[in-house]
């Protein structure tokens, strides 16, 4: 039984669809390659910026906590 014929969504060449293909099904091989992850793109934070950020972050779930539990009068 022969291998259905697809249509790449990105470059439009005929390919084969087989079993166990990584990638996508209606990508062709050449396109179904992860693309490489820039992990320089990823920001080191020191330790002054996390507390920072630990700090605001607990002053919003105690402003989201005084809204959501006040009482009113």
């Given at each position: 039984?022969?291998?259905?014929?697809k249509v790449c969504a990105?470059?439009?060449?005929?390919f084969e669809l087989k079993p166990?293909?990584?990638g996508f099904a209606n990508r062709c091989?050449?396109?179904?390659?992860?693309?490489?992850?820039?992990?320089?793109?990823?920001?080191r934070m020191d330790a002054d910026e996390?507390?920072?950020?630990s700090e605001a972050n607990e002053a919003?779930?105690?402003?989201?906590r005084e809204l959501?539990?006040?009482k009113d009068s």
């Amino acid at each position: 039984m022969p291998f259905p014929i697809k249509v790449c969504a990105v470059c439009s060449e005929e390919f084969e669809l087989k079993p166990d293909k990584p990638g996508f099904a209606n990508r062709c091989p050449e396109c179904s390659t992860p693309e490489h992850d820039d992990s320089v793109t990823k920001l080191r934070m020191d330790a002054d910026e996390r507390k920072s950020v630990s700090e605001a972050n607990e002053a919003r779930r105690k402003a989201m906590r005084e809204l959501l539990y006040r009482k009113d009068s």
